[in-house]
């Protein structure tokens, strides 16, 4: 796919999220499939550029390009430096966050909370646009404020003329915060308004979710966020399934054994060990999700705190599985909840 001026190996988009695609997530999820993954957003607030967080952040090292870092923030001339400061430390591309409705960015009138003041949109978008010429800038945004202001198209339409290159929409408003079921003809509009790559996200969690996706709103490509949490292989489920209209079969044990062992050591890399165990627990959560006896091992592996404690824990737990050849992700499996437990 051509996008923002770069050859994606397909249209598939891993979505930022805060606390979750750092890195490493990032580089597996590209590992597995993903034509694009959107860093964590970075705060426009330039008092905590120098944070261990920022810092981390903004740190690309070895990862596969392209690579698009996310800003947020509500003043222009902040979110130009931001913008400059990234590109400066490696980003080939800036998205900007106007999708995010958590409280600590919609409080200080950024992310979501932002498309209901559309001269502002259009203020920070000319300010970021202009502040790094040679970088292409892209827009992640929701349908609208809320569901009386679905003002998405009209987001999207000040968004071209500001020379934004494409755009992930989210089908949800900024009021629906997580509820209720994506909707995706706001999207379809967006779509039919504008020139530019449009991105659909929310709520896509199959091959065949994608497949219609993309059929009912005409996007350019699809963007997961939480189905990815866990499962980082989805990528090249969707992408193996819209090339040949065949689903691949789920991963082994075994072979989910190996995805984790390799995140995990990218993990106590990245953000040294003791932090990088607390990381790796909410991943080895994930990763056991719907698998026999894993709520216990998941309460055993919050006590531990040493890498080699919870490589062996996480070793022990799928090794029983790969032995038994356990249904992998079957997401049914409480029957046999508890059989590691003895
Ligand atoms: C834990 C978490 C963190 C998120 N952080 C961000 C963020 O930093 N920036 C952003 O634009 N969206 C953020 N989002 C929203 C996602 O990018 C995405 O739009 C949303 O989860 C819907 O897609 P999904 O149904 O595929 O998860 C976050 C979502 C989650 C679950």
């Given at each position: ?116 003041d ?46 934004i290159?494409?755009l ?36 896509i ?19 997961i ?8 292989w ?109």
């Amino acid at each position: 796919m051509q996008f923002a001026g770069f050859t994606l190996r397909n249209n598939l988009f891993v979505a930022p999220m805060a606390g979750v695609t750092d890195r490493p997530f990032r580089q597996l999820c590209k590992s597995l499939g993903a034509g694009l993954a959107v860093s964590e957003m970075v705060t426009s607030n330039s008092l905590l550029y120098g944070s261990a967080k920022t810092r981390r952040r903004a740190d690309h090292q070895g990862e596969a390009d392209p690579i698009s870092v996310q800003i947020a923030g509500a003043d222009p001339r902040l979110m130009a430096d931001a913008a400059k400061y990234n590109v400066d430390h490696g980003a080939q591309i800036i998205d900007i966050n106007m999708g995010c409705p958590a409280k600590k960015v919609c409080n200080v009138m950024a992310g979501s909370a932002l498309m209901q003041d559309q001269p502002l949109v259009a203020k920070i978008l000319a300010a970021v646009v202009s502040a790094v010429p040679g970088t292409p800038v892209t827009l992640k945004l929701r349908t609208g404020w809320n569901r009386d202001n679905r003002n998405a198209a009209a987001i999207a339409g000040i968004a071209e003329s500001c020379g934004i290159r494409a755009l992930a929409i989210h089908g949800r408003t900024r009021s629906d915060q997580y509820q209720g079921a994506a909707e995706y003809d706001t999207i379809a509009a967006v779509k039919a308004r504008v020139g530019i790559p449009v991105i659909a996200n929310g709520d896509i969690d199959t091959p065949q979710k994608a497949k219609s996706v993309l059929a009912h709103t005409g996007a350019d490509g699809v963007m997961i966020g939480r189905a990815a949490q866990g499962r980082p292989w989805i990528f090249r489920e969707i992408e193996h399934y819209l090339a040949t209209g065949t689903t691949l079969p789920p991963p082994t044990a075994a072979e989910i054994h190996g995805i984790l062992r390799r995140h995990l050591a990218d993990l106590y890399a990245f953000y040294g060990e003791e932090t990088g165990v607390k990381i790796a627990r909410k991943h080895i959560s994930w990763y056991t999700k719907g698998l026999g006896g894993a709520a216990q091992f998941r309460a055993r592996m919050n006590q531990l705190s040493d890498v080699d404690e919870q490589f062996a824990a996480a070793d022990e737990f799928f090794l029983y599985h790969a032995a038994n050849d356990s249904p992998c992700h079957a997401r049914a499996a409480e029957e046999t909840e508890g059989a590691l437990a003895a």
